[in-house]
């Protein structure tokens, strides 16, 4: 079965649309990071620093690690046996 050459004359130029629409786009983000003085990157840097560590909760004093489980593993494989 043959291709019309129309059809890959097609695909090429939509292929080239999307590397040009991409590059836009990349050329676009990096303008925009480019925009932020060292003192706005600094602010967002605390604030998600503060933001972070406020989700994350304090352990409490009688929480531990569950103990190992090595041990209550072979357990249960022995009794499958």
Same mark, same amino acid.
């Given at each position: ?28 983000? #990096? ?5 932020? $003085? ?14 972070? $560590? ?9 929480? #531990? ?17």
């Amino acid at each position: 079965m043959r291709v019309p050459e129309r059809v890959w004359k097609l695909l090429g130029l939509a292929g080239l649309a999307g590397v040009a629409a991409t590059g836009a786009v990349l050329v676009r983000g #990096e303008r925009q990071r480019r925009a932020y $003085t060292p003192d706005d990157v600094r602010a967002r840097l605390h604030e998600r620093h503060v933001a972070a $560590t406020a989700a994350v909760p304090e352990p409490a004093a009688g929480d #531990e690690p569950p103990g190992p489980v090595r041990r209550d593993l072979r357990s249960r494989l022995r009794r499958r046996r």
